[in-house]
């Protein structure tokens, strides 16, 4: 199981970001896929999931319109479309397969 993740960075707040994540080495078409995250200081939180019919939870209330968690079978990609980005945001952000394994990680800073 391989997870990259990619499209963090520095964003103004109000701003929005596009996080991907690229899948190897399993069956990614059936497989549940989640965004968790990390802020400084603070333990893991699951933010959203993405089962193999493309139907969504959002765990984190504080997420719901505005995040959006996507995913293309034919690429091995799951996507969250992160928008109205806020300070408290600021984390690492994590792919896993089905809460499961996760990758190495990208940092989303929401700053001014």
């Known amino acids: 199981v391989q997870l990259v993740e990619s499209g963090g960075g520095l964003v103004q707040p109000g701003g929005s970001l596009r996080l991907s994540c690229a899948a190897s080495g399993f069956t990614f078409s059936v497989s549940a896929m989640a965004w968790a995250r990390q802020a400084p200081g603070k333990g893991l939180e699951w933010v959203a999931d993405?089962?193999?019919?493309?139907?969504?939870?959002y765990a984190t209330s504080s997420v719901k319109g505005r995040f959006t968690i996507s995913r293309d079978n034919a690429k091995n990609m799951v996507y969250l479309q992160m928008d109205s980005l806020k300070p408290e945001d600021t984390a690492i952000y994590y792919c896993a397969r089905a809460r499961g394994r996760r990758g190495q990680g990208t940092q989303v800073t929401v700053s001014s």
């Open positions: 993405i089962y193999s019919d493309s139907s969504t939870y």
